[in-house]
């Protein structure tokens, strides 16, 4: 099991204004733009920085594995910051879902073999659950398994994977009769075809992947695959909101700052009652969404994971929405343009609330979270 040594309060706040402090110097949205408009859609340069220079990338993997030995909460910190520069760098496949997949399968010869790549950003990697950026559901794996030669072969259609068409690894959920297998599969190994996605958010990168009896090897123990995927995926939602809450603060601080410049009528229209109460309800969701990313953070290793992921997982995509809709709105007619960065949150924020779980998706499952609790008291 991972251990962790969390920064204090203090420390956290530092750390996360540091990491805010060098994506404004290596990733403004000048940059931003630039790269996904690349022929990667991402740069291979800035995401090694991250790693040797800033150090983020092993933030939440055990020492061990070469990486800091913190936790959650810090990861989050580092989500937040990397979701309000919108930068374009695969983290969210390399690290959120692919790293803590790993220590959640705990097959330390895997960890051993991968992490420390992962870790220095020589490495990318991501995760298949399903076929369809959703979260951990067994009913919901597409690809297949069969024993060849000592090795396994997995078959079958990812139609949308995060970081997919960037990743040198993938791990993926495969079914080999009544078993469900973690296999690890080099993103160049034959019988593997990967096809960029053209999406609305050009931030991130999503790829559709067919496997043709691809040659892999399985991660972990089969008979605890499936509590350990299911534990990452809810790692991965809080990931996910962090980031949204991130981008959802940019948003309302776009937003006030050009309320508080913008004259119309002699008056800065900031001063304007319906502007005020605007950004002051902006402010309310996202302060409430933070508390449940906190809150999230401090679950990880307790029973109480799985609930404040839900929780997360139904309120920030929507309030991230919410807040990208409303700040564009007090922009007024420029927040509608190209050349405004307002659209590109915007299109985060609705590309969002379709990954890893719907709002709707979370709902449900929070209650059906509750009222197993409640009917087992």
């Not at 449900?364 to 979270?369: D, I, K, N, P, V």
Request: aromatic share 4%.
């Amino acid at each position: 099991m991972q251990t962790t040594e969390s920064m204090s309060p203090t420390e956290l706040a530092e750390f996360r204004d540091t990491v805010r402090q060098w994506l404004t110097r290596h990733s403004p949205i000048a940059t931003v733009r630039d790269t996904m408009d690349g022929p990667d859609g991402w740069d291979r340069a800035l995401h090694t920085a991250l790693a040797t220079e800033l150090g983020v990338l092993g933030v939440a993997v055990p020492e061990e594995y070469g990486g800091a030995g913190a936790g959650l909460p810090e990861l989050a910190s580092v989500q937040e910051e990397l979701g309000a520069a919108l930068t374009c760098s695969p983290v969210f496949g390399s690290i959120v879902l692919a790293a803590q997949t790993l220590l959640a399968v705990d097959d330390r010869s895997a960890c051993a073999d991968l992490l420390p790549g992962l870790v220095d950003g020589s490495v990318t990697a991501t995760v298949a659950l399903n076929g369809e950026l959703g979260p951990w559901d067994p009913a919901a794996v597409t690809l297949t398994a069969q024993d060849e030669a000592g090795r396994v072969q997995v078959s079958g259609v990812l139609e949308k994977v995060v970081d997919g068409d960037r990743a040198d690894v993938l791990l993926v959920a495969a079914r080999r009769g009544d078993e469900i297998l973690l296999v690890r599969v080099a993103g160049d190994a034959d019988g593997v075809r990967r096809d960029a996605l053209t999406t609305l958010d050009r931030t991130r990168g999503i790829a559709r992947v067919v496997l043709d009896a691809a040659p892999g090897d399985i991660v972990g123990d089969p008979a605890g695959t499936a509590s350990a995927l299911a534990r990452a995926s809810d790692l991965a939602v809080v990931g996910l909101a962090a980031e949204q809450i991130g981008a959802a603060q940019q948003c309302l601080d776009l937003a006030v700052d050009y309320a508080r410049d913008r004259i119309q009528f002699g008056r800065a229209i900031g001063s304007f009652q319906a502007v005020k109460h605007r950004c002051a309800d902006m402010l309310v969701e996202v302060e409430t969404a933070r508390s449940a990313v906190v809150h999230a953070t401090l679950c990880t290793e307790s029973d109480e994971l799985a609930v404040a992921a839900a929780v997360c997982g139904m309120v920030c995509s929507d309030t991230f929405a919410d807040v990208a809709y409303n700040a564009m709105r007090v922009f007024g007619g420029i927040g509608f343009t190209w050349e405004h960065d307002a659209h590109l949150y915007l299109r985060r924020a609705t590309a969002d609330r379709l990954m890893w779980g719907t709002p709707d998706h979370h709902g449900e499952r929070l209650a059906q979270l509750v009222g197993d609790t409640t009917g087992s008291m």
